[in-house]
């Protein structure tokens, strides 16, 4: 079982930045892949990033590439998403996400069996 806890959302304007947190509960034995999704008002959920539990692997969305990073420290049990350079069109609701596989299936954004509740991000112009 892993429960995930986001934090750190809020407002920004277009070219700031923002760092969001995904607190991670699990047993010392787990190894998840982590991911950051989003879902902005009528759209469909869409995957941002994803990280593999050692933190050596990592895979974007080609609209964040070069703009964002997840990064993880599993000492702390807490996985980051690093937001620069923010667009308007980033507005969404960010969700953490976990999941159970080897990484190419973690880079599928599918199956993830564990959500965190969401943190907001407003971005405007």
């Known amino acids: 079982q892993i429960q995930l806890t986001e934090s750190g959302g809020g407002s920004a304007q277009a070219g700031g930045s923002l760092t969001l947190s995904c607190s991670v509960s699990?047993?010392?034995?787990?190894?998840?892949?982590m991911a950051w999704f989003r879902q902005a008002p009528g759209k469909e959920r869409e995957g941002v990033a994803v990280l593999s539990f050692g933190g050596s692997m990592t895979y974007y969305r080609d609209s964040v590439k070069g703009r964002f990073n997840i990064s993880r420290d599993n000492a702390k049990g807490t996985v980051y998403l690093q937001m620069n350079s923010l667009k308007p069109e980033d507005t969404a609701m960010y969700y953490c996400a976990a999941r159970y596989g080897n990484w190419m299936t973690c880079t599928l954004w599918q199956d993830f069996a564990y959500w965190g509740q969401g943190t907001q991000v407003s971005v405007s112009s």
């Open positions: 699990t047993d010392t034995s787990s190894r998840p892949c």
